[in-house]
């Protein structure tokens, strides 16, 4: 079935025990959750209450309608760079309008059955992004780390360590021992309790710190003044030709990294629970999630591997999890919203510090760098491109870049040769030319078969071409064929297809007709069978050339052609 949230499996003989471990699971993601929201909305330069919106709206839409049975959603890391980019160009306004329009491509991709087509993204290509976007968020959040006074920080990557330096002089060490007693705990608190987020702990104790000595620290409050502490009520964006026209390629990137990053997180899940997920209909959720959050004036949402690991580790095994997590955020912005005005802008920095840090993959990094030449080119243009210039284009040139390498790498696996081999082996008879082309004949390597053909001296009575390994065949491979087709024709040169054992190539040869044109006598499902067939020609040629020695003169010549033409293509014709 296209669309079947899991949710509706899960329910059937769900029970008590359930209940209460996935409602546990839920309550200590939402504690994880509550810092990250805070923190990831500020650091994509829109109000804090924006990512608790968004956790609690979206992450219920993802759990209530996902194809995962574990997947918690909400915004992520991941996206700050994007919706920094995107909030600084075009506004709040364009952001909601780009969020909207990705959430119906996620649906509309769902829908078109793209999901299983997205989990097959180049691995070294989410390293080179994810890294990539690793290190920006890292760099973005070193003026609230060294507490700098400075104005707004530059968007560009060395624009931003060009004001650092140049503004070095003002860090107050305040932010700078909070900052870093902030990751410390982070790091340290899971030896002491793994069940209590250690990010919830650290921003308990740095803000009671800074209230207590009165420090003089930022705070939320100080910076964006107070939270609304209620979810506010929705408001359809105006959508007209021009604005999607404008919107389109932010809204792209949006849906792109949302969905990669979603499904990224449901095979994580699988992996940890050995279940298996619906990836269209994680793909229609993610959608329905990003809609809705838009509406709600929230920011970009998608699969949070971090947190669907901790709901998985604290017991979490069905959505029901999922959306506890929703309900216990909303609780915690209805009746605590207005205290997270206390929290320190350094402390906050210090959390993504630490989910730069885990974002990073360095260990995968090096790894791929290790690795064949084709993935470190792919990485290293993705990171760079990444931190450089445009996460959009990163996407776009890596992509483009290991296609291209991967089409190269089948052109140099694909080959065609004169198999002598087997015409010692099967006694080919003289007159009979055998080739062999090995791998993929499609675009990329179509030109290899014709040149190979091209060297043939003198033109043979009889082309066998064996194709038992060639996999798929597009439409290039299929009218390189037609051609040598033709110009065998037009030499009196029988061509004769051999093993060719693939159905999809069957239905191709059939749809262009060449299985007509050549004749179906002459596809042979075996080598011994084109061999058979090829004496066959041979021996007809023979009888129809004694026959015209007979005949001579004007009528032998009109013979002669209607015989041949009888012998050159028995069962078909063009």
Do not use: C
Request: net charge positive.
């Amino acid at each position: 079935m296209l669309f079947r949230p899991k949710l509706l499996d899960t329910l059937k003989g769900y029970t008590r025990p359930m209940l209460l471990k996935d409602l546990l699971a839920g309550v200590i993601v939402g504690l994880v959750a509550l810092p990250l929201a805070i923190a990831f909305g500020i650091a994509s330069g829109v109000a804090p209450e924006k990512g608790l919106v968004t956790a609690v709206v979206a992450g219920f839409i993802i759990s209530f309608l996902g194809g995962s049975r574990v997947q918690i959603g909400g915004p992520t890391g991941a996206f700050i760079v994007i919706v920094y980019g995107i909030v600084q160009t075009y506004g709040i306004d364009g952001l909601i309008i780009a969020t909207f329009i990705a959430g119906v491509m996620l649906i509309l991709m769902g829908f078109a059955r793209l999901g299983s087509v997205i989990k097959f993204i180049p691995y070294p290509l989410i390293i080179g992004f994810t890294s990539g976007i690793a290190l920006i968020i890292f760099s973005s959040q070193v003026k609230d780390l060294l507490g700098l006074h400075m104005g707004a920080v530059p968007a560009g990557f060395i624009e931003k360590w060009k004001a650092y330096l140049q503004y070095a002089r003002t860090v107050n060490l305040y932010s700078v021992l909070v900052g870093v007693a902030t990751v410390a705990m982070i790091v340290v608190w899971p030896r002491v309790n793994s069940k209590v987020p250690g990010s919830l702990v650290a921003i308990l104790l740095a803000t009671a710190v800074v209230q207590l000595f009165g420090l003089p620290v930022e705070t939320i409050g100080s910076r964006f003044g107070a939270i609304q502490s209620s979810l506010p009520k929705p408001v359809v964006p105006h959508l007209d030709v021009s604005t999607i026209r404008n919107m389109i390629q932010p809204a792209f990137t949006i849906a792109l990294l949302g969905g990669i990053e979603s499904l990224l997180s449901a095979v994580v899940a699988d992996g940890m629970i050995g279940g298996n997920h619906r990836s269209n209909t994680e793909l229609v959720a993610q959608g329905a999630a990003n809609i809705f959050s838009s509406l709600f004036g929230g920011i970009p949402a998608t699969g949070a591997i971090a947190r669907t690991a901790t709901n998985i580790k604290n017991g979490g095994r069905t959505p029901v999890a999922g959306i506890a997590h929703a309900v216990t955020l909303l609780l915690i912005l209805i009746f605590f919203g207005k205290w997270a005005a206390l929290i320190p802008m350094t402390t906050l920095a210090g959390v993504l510090v630490v989910v730069a840090y885990n974002m990073s993959e360095w260990r995968h990094f090096l790894d791929v760098l290790k690795g064949p030449g084709n993935d470190v080119a792919v990485l290293l243009s993705t990171f760079l491109l990444t931190v450089l210039v445009d996460l959009t284009v990163a996407i776009e040139i890596g992509m483009i870049l290991a296609i291209f390498l991967f089409m190269r790498k089948m052109i140099r696996s694909s080959s065609v040769e004169e198999d002598r081999e087997q015409m010692e082996t099967y006694t080919v008879p003289a007159g009979v030319q055998v080739f062999e082309i090995t791998g993929p004949l499609f675009f990329g390597a179509a030109y290899k078969f014709k040149e190979a053909i091209r060297i043939i001296g003198k033109p043979p009575k009889v082309l066998i071409i064996r194709m038992r390994k060639v996999p798929i065949i597009d439409a290039t491979g299929i009218k390189t064929i037609r051609d040598v087709y033709r110009e065998s024709k037009q030499h009196g040169t029988k061509v004769i297809l051999s093993e060719v054992h693939s159905r999809e190539i069957l239905e191709e040869l059939k749809e262009a007709r060449l299985l007509f044109a050549i004749g179906k006598a002459n596809v042979t499902e075996t080598f011994e069978e084109a061999v058979r067939r090829s004496k066959e020609v041979l021996e007809d040629r023979l009888q129809a050339a004694a026959r015209l020695d007979l005949l001579g003169g004007k009528g032998g010549a009109f013979a002669r052609g209607k015989d041949h033409e009888a012998v050159d293509n028995p069962e078909g014709g063009e």
